[in-house]
């Protein structure tokens, strides 16, 4: 055991968590039955078993099923309310999380178009106020795109964003698995329009990209993707570990100041890295070249983790020095692109 990096009352900024990840099993169960949703396990107990990345989980591919069922019981306006709410509210009870940005995909919650876009997203921003109405918090919402959807569905979800840029929604993001037979590099350079239709409203960028291939017998693919990203002029990317692996992007993003938003815990259980030690291998990297991180959770209900227990493990691995763990939250709630 080591001593806790912070005391209990310090507040936290957490910038990288899904909605479809962040909300507790029994919020998540009570929805579903409250929308008379057929939920494939016979208990509350298998079911938040199964929603949990465990050791039985396949990886990200694993990850992906489980978020299907999660965006599944949040497809409504009133399950969004509530997931967001819950969230929200949750984190600043359980971690003193002040800074708070949340993401998720409304395209993903809306029953295959059968619910409008709008009303969604309308209600994620209803399920903010009312959080930060309850607590002294600072939250804000990211709309994610997906890597399978068709640019035009990928343009819609960030003109919702500019419409509701002015009303909780910060950012724009994109993530999700592959298309199907697919491999990387994913043509991150298409974005470029979208990302500077967000940039012209006033949006901030951060990109899913460099998550995968740590491990890969040819990394130059991944590397690729990320460098891509890199040139649209993202001001922050989710994960992008494997520049770890490359000392010139390291370099570009530490010239920069684009923000790495590093998920530990996350990266172990999807088996984006080998193990603990890569994980502390990477950050320690990363950090000694001069990359600005900030640290996250990916979603703590569905990781099975918690914001603190992400700095106390980076410390106790000696991936970073206390001093630069508690820099990390500073620099986290310096760089949000929540307004002050
Ligand atoms: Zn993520």
Redesign the pocket.
């Known amino acids: 055991m080591i001593d806790p990096v912070f005391a209990p009352d310090e507040p936290l900024a957490e910038l990288?968590a899904?909605l479809g990840g962040g909300v507790d099993a029994a919020t998540m169960w009570e929805l579903a039955h409250e929308q008379g949703i057929k939920v494939p396990y016979p208990d509350y107990w298998s079911f938040a078993a199964a929603t949990s990345v465990g050791s039985g989980t396949d990886g990200l591919d694993g990850l992906d099923r489980i978020y299907h069922l999660t965006e599944l019981i949040q497809s409504s306006p009133e399950g969004v309310f509530r997931a967001v709410h819950g969230m929200i509210s949750g984190a600043y009870r359980s971690q003193r999380i002040t800074t708070h940005e949340v993401r998720f995909n409304p395209a993903k919650r809306n029953r295959g178009g059968e619910r409008d876009l709008d009303a969604i997203v309308m209600a994620a921003v209803h399920g903010l106020d009312r959080a930060s109405l309850e607590y002294p918090v600072r939250a804000g919402i990211v709309l994610m795109m997906d890597r399978t959807f068709p640019p035009e569905l990928n343009a819609q979800i960030v003109e919702r964003a500019v419409r509701f840029a002015s009303r909780g929604v910060v950012a724009v993001d994109i993530?999700g698995p592959r298309p199907r037979g697919s491999g990387a590099p994913w043509d991150y350079s298409a974005l470029a329009p979208l990302v500077r239709r967000a940039r012209e409203a006033g949006l901030g960028v951060t990109l899913?990209v460099g998550e995968e291939g740590v491990n890969a017998p040819d990394p130059g693919p991944y590397l690729e993707e990320m460098r891509q990203a890199v040139a649209l002029g993202v001001d922050r990317i989710?994960?992008g570990i494997i520049a770890a692996f490359e000392p010139r992007l390291a370099e570009s993003l530490a010239e920069r100041g684009v923000v790495l938003e590093i998920?530990p815990t996350s990266n172990v259980r999807t088996r984006a890295v080998a193990g603990e030690e890569q994980v502390a291998e990477v950050v320690f990297a990363l950090q000694a070249a001069g990359v600005p991180l900030v640290v996250a959770t990916?979603g703590p209900e569905m990781i099975g983790t918690r914001l603190r227990a992400e700095y106390q493990l980076l410390v106790r691995l000696g991936a970073l020095t206390r001093a630069q763990a508690r820099e990390a939250n500073e620099r986290a709630h310096r760089v949000t692109f929540i307004p002050a």
Request: charged share 10%.
């Open positions: 990288h899904h993530g899913h989710g994960h998920c990916d």
